[in-house]
């Protein structure tokens, strides 16, 4: 099974925090600091699930969004919004450009855990997942 995820934030401790919870729980995981070169290292590591920070350096998270439904294969890839912004506005634009779900920071880690779990549980078929609502 593909334990890959993922997780595109520029801050070092929330990725070590996310990543350390992970590996403990049987994932592995790869990180980008910036956004733009993201379709290329998907094509590389082939992540099954894609945690992606919406505040990055270079470009903002949506616009990591629209390289990703760019491209024939990262599209396919489910991508959770992780963000400090808790505007109803941006939860609601990240349901218009296609993610599949929305966590704020401080991140709920047990929260996170059972969204990775889905994921991983319904494999690359997420068609068939209905578990997620944002
Ligand atoms: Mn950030």
């Known amino acids: 099974m593909n334990k890959m995820i993922l997780i595109i934030e520029d801050n070092r401790l929330n990725y070590k ?3 350390d919870f992970l590996t403990v ?3 592995t ?3 980008l600091h910036r956004g ?3 379709v290329s290292c998907v094509h590389e590591w082939r992540p ?3 945690l992606l920070d919406i505040q990055l350096p270079d470009i903002s998270g949506f616009d990591v969004m629209e390289l990703l439904k760019q491209d024939p294969f990262s599209a ?3 991508v959770i ?3 400090a912004c808790v505007h109803a506005e941006e939860q609601h634009l990240a349901k218009d450009k296609g993610f599949h779900g929305y966590m704020t920071k401080p991140v709920d880690m047990n929260a996170m855990l059972s969204i990775v779990n889905s994921f991983a549980d319904a494999g690359q078929d997420v068609s068939s997942h209905h578990g997620i609502k944002l």
């Open 17 to 19: 925090l996310l990543a």
């Open 29 to 31: 995981t790869k990180n």
């Open 76 to 78: 396919t890839i489910p």
């Open 36 to 38: 733009l070169n993201v």
């Open 25 to 27: 729980h049987g994932y």
């Open 48 to 50: 099954f699930l894609i």
């Open 81 to 83: 919004a992780v963000t």
